[in-house]
Antibody
Framework: QLQLQESGPGLVKPSETLSLTCTVS??????????WGWIRQPPGKGLEWIGS???????YYNPSLKSRVTISVDTSKNQFSLKLSSVTAADTAVYYC??????????????WGQGTLVTVSS | DIQLTQSPSFLSASVGDRVTITCRASQGISSYLAWYQQKPGKAPKLLIY???TLQSGVPSRFSGSGSGTEFTLTISSLQPEDFATYYCQQLNSYPTFGQGTKLEIK
């Protein structure tokens, strides 16, 4: 069964770079049928899509975060990663990684990691 | 940005009730809409994609309809495990989510 697991620091200082990795098990990140993405949720609030990547390395970012976001993929490790630079308290959130199933012109998150809380604080 | 507005934001209902949640888009999104269920402390779960297609393993009491700018999620007969927060998501342009509808037990 497919599993996704986020990992990375739970505390990041303001102005620094948040770095998270998602490890995929039970399936290949190189499958042509799927994209891989990051979504976040501030405590007590709604969901915000951050961006996605295909195994080939092509990316698609939320325009409001694009200047600060980098998503990369390591097919040899079956992992993909998120970097968010110049973080502020507004970036405090639970960060989810997800598999995005490509269906009729759109990609839907059909498998999610459990999420990891990242707090931005000095 | 395409804005999604869900109504109501809060809904109180009883086991066995039929409930409907509406999601309105600020511009037409064809059928590029999904619905998710989220329980406290858990990741969202995909229920419906392409506006009306039931995700594998999701009970048939859940259904979705609509196209263009107005969409609905219907639960035909509420079960205890259905009390949760529901989100719609559009995928016509870069994805955005509705603000959520919290479904509580009456």
């Amino acid at each position: 069964q497919l599993q996704l697991q986020e990992s990375g620091p739970g505390l990041v200082k303001p102005s620094e770079t948040l770095s998270l990795t998602c490890t995929v098990s039970g399936g290949s990140i190189s499958s042509s049928s799927y994209y891989w993405g990051w979504i976040r949720q501030p405590p007590g609030k709604g969901l915000e899509w951050i961006g996605s990547i295909y195994y080939s390395g092509s990316t698609y970012y939320n325009p409001s975060l694009k200047s600060r976001v980098t998503i990369s993929v390591d097919t040899s490790k079956n992992q993909f990663s998120l970097k968010l630079s110049s973080v502020t308290a507004a970036d405090t959130a639970v960060y989810y990684c997800a598999r995005l199933a490509s269906i009729v012109g759109a990609t839907y998150p059909d498998y999610w990691g459990q999420g990891t809380l990242v707090t931005v604080s000095s | 940005d395409i804005q999604l507005t869900q109504s109501p934001s809060f809904l109180s209902a009883s086991v066995g009730d039929r409930v409907t949640i509406t999601c309105r888009a600020s511009q037409g999104i064809s059928s590029y809409l999904a619905w998710y269920q989220q329980k406290p402390g858990k990741a969202p779960k995909l229920l419906i994609y392409a506006a009306s297609t039931l995700q594998s393993g999701v009970p048939s009491r859940f259904s979705g309809s609509g196209s263009g700018t107005e969409f609905t999620l219907t639960i035909s007969s509420l079960q205890p495990e259905d009390f949760a927060t529901y989100y719609c998501q559009q995928l016509n342009s870069y994805p955005t989510f509705g603000q959520g509808t919290k479904l509580e037990i009456k």
